[in-house]
């Protein structure tokens, strides 16, 4: 295995692991990369990729290669090697929870149809029909380059959210917790009632008086007697 310029987790810098059984393939991919300003580290198999990403089952932990703590922010894998494809390494990498994110592009010297398909639809982030060129390598720096402004982008507009969704819950809290209002007995009495609450029992008419309360009444009554 071919490695190149490794990094620590912390640094900015484009790391590219790129994958192929061919050595001359291999050279030309890591030069391109260079060029268009990428770190790479350069495998001969997909097996070989997994070991380095971790992802070998069969690894013991004592054949460690050293590259624990290492990121890696692209992977460029041929399809058709010996061992495992392609295709294989894109779908291992894409059961990873650790390394599903990573964005993965397939090469090819042949141009199938059916074959793109697959890749893309199983997660591929690419494909590209060999002969690599550099505008291909630089049109991946670029989508990278946009995809690292996208993310931190995204990250700063969820921590907004999140602060300002605490101070709301906050202000709602300090509402909830005030004492409640209580209307005063003044204020009652000077608001204004209905028509139905006006009529109040002094005001209302009171009854005729009966004959026998009648002053004229009595007096006949006292004669009499």
């Known amino acids: 295995m071919e490695v190149c310029d490794l990094l620590p987790a912390?640094?900015?810098e484009v790391h590219v692991l790129a994958v192929d059984d061919s050595l001359v393939d291999r050279k030309v991919i890591e030069r391109l990369l260079r060029i268009s300003a990428c770190k790479v580290t350069a495998v001969d198999s997909g097996i070989r990729a997994l070991q380095f990403l971790g992802l070998d089952d069969q690894k013991s932990p004592?054949?460690?290669?050293?590259f624990d703590g290492l990121k890696v922010d692209l992977i460029i894998t041929d399809y058709c090697m010996p061992g495992m494809t392609g295709y294989e390494l894109l779908k291992k990498i894409k059961e990873s929870s650790t390394f599903r994110?990573?964005?993965v592009v397939i090469m090819s010297s042949e141009n199938v149809l059916p074959r793109i398909d697959r890749c893309l639809e199983e997660g591929a982030e690419d494909f590209i029909v060999k002969p690599v060129k550099l505008s291909d390598v630089k049109?991946?720096?670029d989508s990278m380059t946009t995809r690292e402004r996208e993310v931190k982008a995204g990250n700063q507009e969820r921590e907004g959210?999140?602060?300002?969704t605490k101070r709301k819950?906050?202000?709602s809290s300090d509402l909830d917790s005030s004492p409640p209002s209580v209307t005063s007995s003044s204020a009652l009495s000077s608001s204004p009632s209905s028509p139905s609450d006006s009529?109040?029992?002094s005001s209302s008419p009171s009854p005729s008086p009966s004959?026998?309360?009648s002053p004229i009444r009595r007096l006949r009554m006292t004669t009499t007697d």
């Open 101 to 103: 994110e990573i964005p």
């Open 62 to 66: 004592s054949e460690s290669d050293g």
């Open 10 to 12: 912390d640094s900015d």
């Open 139 to 141: 049109r991946l720096r």
């Open 211 to 213: 004959p026998l309360d």
């Open 161 to 164: 959210g999140v602060r300002f």
């Open 169 to 171: 819950l906050t202000e």
């Open 199 to 201: 009529a109040s029992p």
